[in-house]
């Protein structure tokens, strides 16, 4: 597509349901990045795919959080029993090149906003 | 532990020059990015330095020290458009890009 497409691009959810948020990265792009951004705050990373692969899981806040990336392009971010304080906006983020020697920008999707009541 | 530090709030006029800078400690560095993201939007690539100096882009400008593990991004000729958060990011070891808090701009008339 022409950009980074997330849905929903709003979740409202009782506290303790599963959710399901989906990220559709920009084509070609290799690289594919969860971000958590509460109100008036920075980004926190989540996770990281490179291809189907995630080398780095370390930011997920709990093991109620997981992810998944299929065929090298869709992915799936599913957080389990949600609590309150799973609200914010989930931001997605694709890019053509890894970290190293080349400049790699991010992409981002315009994010879920979930809100656990 | 990481982190980025950076002026929670910067306040100018339009058609001023502001700086925002940003100071990092993480336990690997490729480059410093800098990212503008407006209210209710999608964070949108500006600039990013891998080496010492200053690289320009139009009104924007980014420079970068790794001895003394800074940056700054540089906006001149600031127009009411450019009020918005802009955030500092270091991609380092293990490919984990680490974003700042952010820096919210306010441009007055």
């Known amino acids: 597509g022409a950009g980074v497409s997330q849905s929903p691009s709003n979740k409202v959810t009782e506290k303790g349901k599963d959710v399901e948020l989906r990220c559709d990265p920009i084509s070609g792009h290799t690289a594919l990045y969860w971000y958590r951004q509460s109100l008036g705050q920075g980004l926190e990373f989540l996770i990281y795919?490179?291809?189907?692969?995630?080398?780095?899981k370390s930011g997920l806040p709990s093991d109620r959080f997981s992810a998944e990336r299929t065929g090298g392009s869709v992915s799936t971010l599913t957080i389990q029993r949600t609590q309150q304080e799973d609200s914010a906006v989930y931001l997605c983020?694709?890019?053509?090149?890894?970290?190293?020697?080349?400049?790699?920008?991010?992409?981002f999707g315009a994010g879920t906003r979930l809100s656990v009541l | 532990g990481q982190s980025l530090e950076q002026p929670s709030e910067v306040t100018a006029v339009e058609g001023a020059i502001v700086q925002i800078n940003c100071t990092y400690q993480?336990?690997?560095?490729?480059?410093l990015s800098w990212y503008q993201q407006h209210d209710g939007g999608a964070p949108t690539f500006l600039s990013y330095n891998a080496l010492d100096g200053l690289e320009e882009t139009g009104r924007f400008s980014s420079f970068l020290s790794r001895s003394d593990s800074y940056g700054y991004l540089l906006l001149q000729e600031l127009q009411m458009k450019d009020s918005a958060s802009y955030f500092c990011?270091?991609?380092?070891?293990?490919?984990?890009?680490?974003f700042g808090a952010g820096t919210r701009l306010f441009v007055k008339a």
């Open positions: 795919f490179q291809g189907n692969s995630a080398p780095d």
């Open positions: 990011a270091v991609e380092g070891g293990g490919f984990k890009t680490i």
């Open positions: 993480t336990s690997g560095f490729y480059g």
């Open positions: 983020a694709s890019s053509f090149s890894v970290s190293g020697l080349a400049k790699n920008i991010q992409y």
